[in-house]
């Protein structure tokens, strides 16, 4: 087995620990894109997960500008010996990847580690493009198509949306604000009231009003890779799992304040292998 096949094989099981549902989305994909799907994602989980390792917001740009640093060539020797960066590299040159938009995702991740709340709607929706719309749409090329730009922004904005409301309660003890701060404004509240679990009835009216955002941006999605290629469409299969939680947060009985949202790993399963577009 050569180096390059070890370091896709090291790529899948990292993201089947790390991101369990891009693993199972991946493994529905053609055998000759799968090791490129698993560099791609384990290369986001890894990026996702710095701020959780981190007690200080200068040790998360360290890591980050050294993924800067391997994607602009600069790390050469560590990048060919570190088996995600080795295998997206790898996956870049191959598929002719842009650069620039991984790097963008990777300027998006610095709002993680800091205290301050999305300002607005807008600043939320492109966070949400630039971290998981691009995936998409890189996801998108690897199988073949020229990243479905209609298909991949609101699948993005849909699928990062969904995850970033069902998190409220970790954000919460985080004291680690994603709602906008507009969009609260309109309900009366501030990241205070958030983080003191105060007004629980205005963060519901918040809640349902960013749960139809997302479900406006799936049902874009969906409709847009409805008329994508077949293979194509394999990109998107996630987009078979907001509902699920969708579906909870817009319970009458829901607390926002509650552990975050979780969906039995047997049902999200089934939800992907159903997904028939």
């Known amino acids: 087995m050569s180096q390059s096949e070890e370091n896709y094989i090291?790529?899948?099981?990292?993201?089947?620990?790390?991101?369990?549902?891009?693993?199972?989305?991946?493994?529905?994909?053609?055998?000759?894109?799968?090791?490129?799907?698993?560099?791609?994602?384990?290369?986001?989980?890894?990026?996702?997960?710095?701020?959780?390792?981190?007690?200080?917001?200068?040790?998360?740009?360290?890591?980050?500008?050294?993924?800067i640093d391997a994607l602009n060539g600069e790390r050469a020797g560590e990048a060919s010996a570190n088996p995600t960066a080795a295998a997206l590299l790898a996956t870049i040159a191959h598929f002719d990847l842009p650069r620039q938009k991984l790097l963008d995702l990777l300027e998006a991740r610095r709002f993680d580690f800091y205290d301050e709340p999305a300002p607005d709607q807008a600043f939320l929706d492109k966070y949400c493009e630039d971290t998981c719309s691009v995936l998409f749409a890189l996801a998108s090329r690897i199988l073949g198509g020229d990243g479905a730009q209609k298909a991949s922004a609101p699948?993005?904005?849909?699928?990062?949306?969904?995850?970033?409301?069902?998190?409220?309660?970790?954000?919460?003890?985080?004291?680690?604000?994603?709602?906008?701060?507009?969009?609260?404004?309109?309900?009366?509240?501030?990241?205070?009231?958030?983080?003191?679990?105060?007004?629980?009835?205005?963060?519901?009216?918040?809640?349902?009003?960013?749960?139809?955002?997302?479900?406006?941006?799936?049902?874009?999605?969906?409709?847009a890779v409805r008329a994508l290629p077949k293979p194509e469409r394999e990109a998107f299969r996630l987009l078979a799992l907001p509902e699920l939680y969708l579906r909870q947060m817009e319970r009458e009985d829901f607390d926002p304040f509650d552990a975050p949202v979780e969906v039995s790993p047997w049902r999200r399963q089934w939800a992907l292998w159903r997904n028939r577009f």
């Open 10 to 67: 090291s790529c899948g099981e990292a993201l089947r620990e790390a991101d369990r549902d891009r693993w199972l989305a991946a493994l529905f994909a053609p055998d000759a894109a799968r090791p490129h799907l698993f560099a791609l994602y384990a290369f986001n989980a890894e990026v996702a997960r710095i701020s959780d390792h981190v007690s200080q917001p200068i040790l998360g740009e360290m890591r980050l500008q050294w993924w």
């Open 155 to 223: 699948a993005g904005r849909a699928y990062a949306l969904t995850g970033l409301l069902r998190a409220l309660p970790w954000q919460v003890a985080r004291r680690k604000c994603f709602l906008p701060l507009d969009v609260l404004a309109r309900h009366g509240l501030t990241p205070v009231d958030l983080f003191a679990h105060a007004k629980t009835g205005e963060v519901k009216a918040v809640l349902a009003e960013m749960c139809a955002l997302a479900r406006k941006d799936l049902a874009e999605a969906k409709q």
